[in-house]
């Protein structure tokens, strides 16, 4: 009776024959000796949309935020003031801007 043999690959580090199913090549030591894993295009399209949401959610957080702090600064009549005021209002844009982002994220897929 013969017994299966085990799969051999060459590793893709040192091309020394390794079993395909071995944790770490037996003579340079790599953990990936069949290669990094290949995302499909089911998996790349996932992971650049999750990209750029972070993407839109930064930028507009910021925007919203540093809007309302210059609105506060402008607004204001004296140096305290415009501190307070623009430390406020930038607050209120953070506030707002977090929402705001979400909204575009989530209506993206819908609108195209």
């Not at 060459?10 to 030591?29: K, L, M, T």
């Not at 998996?43 to 925007?63: C, I, P, Q």
Request: aromatic residues 6%; charged residues 15%.
């Amino acid at each position: 009776m013969s017994q299966a043999r085990p799969e051999l690959i060459d590793c893709r580090d040192c091309r020394r024959p390794v079993s395909f199913s071995a944790v770490s090549c037996p003579h340079c030591g790599s953990t990936e000796p069949s290669g990094p894993y290949v995302h499909s295009k089911k998996e790349l399209r996932r992971l650049r949309a999750e990209d750029r949401n972070d993407h839109t959610l930064l930028v507009t957080t910021l925007g919203c935020c540093c809007g309302g702090a210059l609105y506060g600064i402008l607004l204001s009549s004296s140096t305290l003031g415009a501190i307070l005021a623009g430390l406020g209002y930038g607050v209120f844009g953070l506030l707002v801007g977090v929402p705001v982002a979400f909204a575009i994220n989530m209506t993206r897929g819908l609108l195209g």
